[in-house]
């Protein structure tokens, strides 16, 4: 399978061209298909207008075929009788076979009747063709049977290969209509199936031979089929006498005319003359022009083509250029910040306030955020460093002292600062689980309890002694019960610090939440001081003292471990009137 290109201005383009192509192709198609059938429509309402013109001529209803006036500009015109003799034809057809073998439907005003099956009741007379217009004889008598007229068909059938001068070299492909062409003429008593002058049409029960219909039309007892029931020959009804059908039946037949082999527009057309003789009137116009016309706009749009995939192909790959060139300069600027490892480095923004601009804020937001936490990674290395590097010289020191005078060997100080080793340890391995991002303890803690406990077990080495107040409602929270103690006592160890002489800690409900407040008499945060005071390893100028005022990370360790919790904590309290620590938990279900 063939990879994809890799270029992404590559692949749009591709997309793109492809997209146009389709759509191009099935527009083209529908526009020549429109045009065909725009084309042949009118053609074929050409050739209609030519067979009604001929069929309701004079001469064409009086039955006098052989002077009638037709076309040759083009158009091929040819008159056929009901038993398939052609009465008369243009110049293009003449002493040719009829060029096609349908007819349009009964008229809807005209009642079908069956083809009578009995023999003929009266001697035919022939017409005289005329000269050169190939119209052969036709039965004057308007008494013609069915059984003549399927002899008249199989006559005409023969006569398509028999006919000398008259062979029509054309491939046409009949259409059944599903009625059948035979007809009948009227004679003046109705027998049969035609009607009068007057339209209308005989109508009898087959048995008695007594007419339902006027006094010209209907069955006679002699046919016994005149207008009962359908006899299943499939007969159709024509035109009354001296007029033209409504309907009309369109075909297109390949044909050869005057050496020539095209596609023509047939339309036929029934009529009846006034003596009761029915012929159906076939006009063809010559598709050459309208299939030329055809080619010839389908030559140009497959022409044209080409060119505009090309056109397409080439704006879109310079659109696609311009507007993916932010994203160029986006990826080597990330490129030489990774090569150099300056995180101080911003990617270019574009002005366009698009989805590229976006992303390229976005992308310096990242970068920002990045520097921040690497820059506090190092922060945080170089203090906790340094926070370890004293007691241990401390510990260095003493021990020295102690190998080479053991009578001075401190071992309290020794002890304390063993401690501090031990609770700055724990506090770097709390900070470093709660960056990675562990998840407290899914337990019901009871805030109330919680503060009881730590007060009681501070109670012997507190420098004072806090006062307790609690709500009268639930005050139980969800979370790790060991971290939560873990804040309660820094809080407590912060207050005992500063405090003059009173520490003081409630457990109240508000809202949803339940609120955990410490506080004491001390000097107070001033307002510029209380968002630094959460910042790891920060001191304030009076607790610079290790020994009085700890690492510095109780209340980052205690913030921390409150916002893992879904919480906050924020300080407040007037300067020299004290401090308040308020830690805001969300109240358990």
Known sequence: MPRPPASVRARAALAATVVVCLALVAAGFGVVTVLRHNLTGRAGLEAEVTARTVAGSQDALNGRFDRLDLPGDGRVVQVVDSAGRVLGAGAALAGRAPVADYAPPADSTVAPVSTASSAPTAAESTVPSPSGTGAAS?????????????????????????????????????????????????????????????????????????????????????????????????????????????DVQRRTIRATVAGATHDYSFAAVQGTTYDGRT?????????????????????????????????????????????????????????????????????????????????????????????????????????????????????????????????????????????????????????????????????????????????????????????????????????????????LANLLDNAQRHAAGAVEASVAVEGDDVVLTVGDDGPGVAPEDRERIFERFVRLDEARSRDAGGAGLGLAIARDVVLRHGGSLTVGGDPGGGAFFRARLPRAK
Do not use: C
Request: charged share 25%.
């Open 279 to 487: 012929y159906t009137v076939y006009a063809g116009i010559s598709l050459e022009e309208e299939q030329a016309t055809l080619n010839q706009v389908t030559k140009s749009l497959l022409t044209g083509l080409p060119f505009l995939l090309a056109v397409v192909a080439a704006v879109t790959w310079l659109v696609t250029r311009r507007a993916l060139r932010p994203v160029e300069g986006i990826r080597a600027e990330m490129a030489e910040i990774t090569g150099s490892g300056d995180l101080s480095r911003r990617v270019p923004e574009p002005r366009s306030g698009d989805e590229i601009a976006r992303l390229a804020r976005t992308t310096n937001q990242t970068l920002a955020a990045l520097e921040g936490s690497i820059e506090r990674q190092h922060r945080f290395i170089a203090d906790a460093s340094h926070e370890l590097r004293s007691p241990i010289a401390n510990l260095r020191t003493q021990l020295e002292v102690a190998e080479a005078h053991p009578e001075l060997l401190d071992t309290h100080g020794l002890v304390q600062d063993v401690v501090r080793l031990q609770h700055l340890a724990i506090d770097l391995l709390l900070l470093a689980r709660l960056d990675a991002g562990e998840s407290p303890a899914d337990a019901r803690v009871d805030l109330a309890d919680l503060v009881l406990e730590e007060v009681a077990a501070r109670a012997a080495t507190d420098r004072f002694a806090p006062a307790v107040a609690l709500g009268g409602e639930s005050l139980v929270v969800t979370g790790s019960r060991t971290q939560l103690t873990r804040v």
């Open 138 to 246: 036709v039965p004057s008598s308007p008494s013609a049977s069915g059984t003549a007229d399927a002899a008249g068909t199989a006559a005409h059938a023969s006569s398509r290969t028999g006919v000398p001068g008259g062979v029509l070299a054309a491939v046409h492909v009949p259409v059944r209509t599903g009625i059948a062409r035979t007809a009948v003429p009227v004679d003046d008593h109705g027998r049969g199936r035609g009607s009068d002058d007057r339209g209308g049409s005989g109508g009898g029960d087959g048995k008695s031979g007594e007419p339902t219909g006027d006094d010209h039309g209907g069955g006679d007892d002699h046919s016994g089929n005149g207008g009962g029931e359908d006899s299943g020959t499939g007969a159709t009804s024509s035109p009354p006498r001296g007029k033209v059908g409504t």
